[in-house]
């Protein structure tokens, strides 16, 4: 019982960072229909940031933060300006961005690489091993907790009091309709890929001090989102976030009759699961 108490308690951690990634992600995709895959190179773009300051100038967590939010918003703005804008410019069809974001995606990575380094990089902000019974988690583990929750918070509120979180509704709703009754439809698009990177670098900041960072890492985090986005359905923020916490808890439990060389493997089949039962995912969008 221990151990199960233990596993889920890593569940809820873990799904707590794809619950952000997921939210993140989702943004950016429910709202311009971008299947932004260099969203992971931005998040990897933001630890090194975190990592940097830390290291190089005596950051301590929350200006690290800080600057890992600025340089992801920057990156992914810039993602959306040079790539994506233009290629809505000249109507491509849909699979034209997708492939563009996976080039976009390795050409930024070999990026991060030569800029900071293809080693592994970790930043200590200071952190400690608190039980509870049987249970242990640190203080990093509490961040992820408290920061998916604080996120989700703020931006439903943004979402439901603002008048710019109800244009960035409308163009989840319908984009063409949002664009008829006067929704400057490409600020909107500007708007979420900043706040998509925003999300993502706290996020990457929290891993940086949990895991380190690796040029690699992209890949894992955009997937982790991904996922959460379909399991949770396309455009449903608290489906997001249930898509998350379903993703955490499954792989971690699963440890508990699997080896762990199969943990990667519990995300595809939650996936395929999930496409093959309700391929709507948890929630519609007429549920938000």
Not at 91 to 110: C, K, V
Request: hydrophobic content about 55%; overall charge positive; glycine content about 10%.
């Amino acid at each position: 019982m221990d151990l199960f108490l233990q596993l889920l308690v890593n569940g809820l951690i873990n799904g707590s960072h794809y619950a952000l990634l997921g939210i993140g992600f989702g943004l950016i995709f429910s709202t311009t229909g971008i299947v932004h895959f260099a969203y992971g190179s931005v998040y990897t773009f933001a630890a090194y940031v975190a990592w940097f300051t830390a290291s190089a100038w005596g950051f301590s967590l929350l200006p690290a933060m800080a600057a890992a939010i600025l340089g992801a918003v920057i990156l992914g703005v810039l993602c959306y300006t040079l790539l994506y804008r233009p290629l809505e410019l000249r109507r491509a069809p849909p699979l034209i961005p997708l492939i563009a974001s996976l080039g976009l995606n390795i050409a930024l990575e070999n990026l991060n690489a030569i800029i900071f380094g293809s080693g592994a990089r970790t930043a200590d902000f200071g952190s400690s091993v608190m039980f509870l019974g049987p249970v242990f988690f640190t203080t990093v583990h509490i961040w992820q907790v408290v920061s998916c929750a604080v996120i989700l918070a703020a931006l439903v509120l943004f979402l439901r009091k603002t008048r710019y979180g109800r244009a960035i509704l409308a163009m989840t709703d319908d984009p063409h309709m949002a664009r008829v009754v006067g929704i400057d439809t490409q600020r909107i698009s500007y708007l979420v890929f900043a706040l998509g990177s925003a999300v993502s670098a706290v996020a990457a900041t929290l891993i940086l001090m949990k895991d380190g960072a690796s040029t690699h890492m992209g890949f894992i985090a955009v997937f982790m989102g991904f996922v959460a986005v379909i399991v949770g359905g396309v455009g449903s923020l608290k489906g997001v976030v249930a898509g998350g916490f379903l993703l955490g808890i499954v792989e971690s439990l699963g440890l508990w009759k699997i080896s762990t060389e199969w943990q990667s493997s519990i995300a595809f089949i939650v996936l395929f699961i999930m496409i093959m039962l309700r391929p709507q995912g948890l929630f519609s969008i007429a549920r938000r």
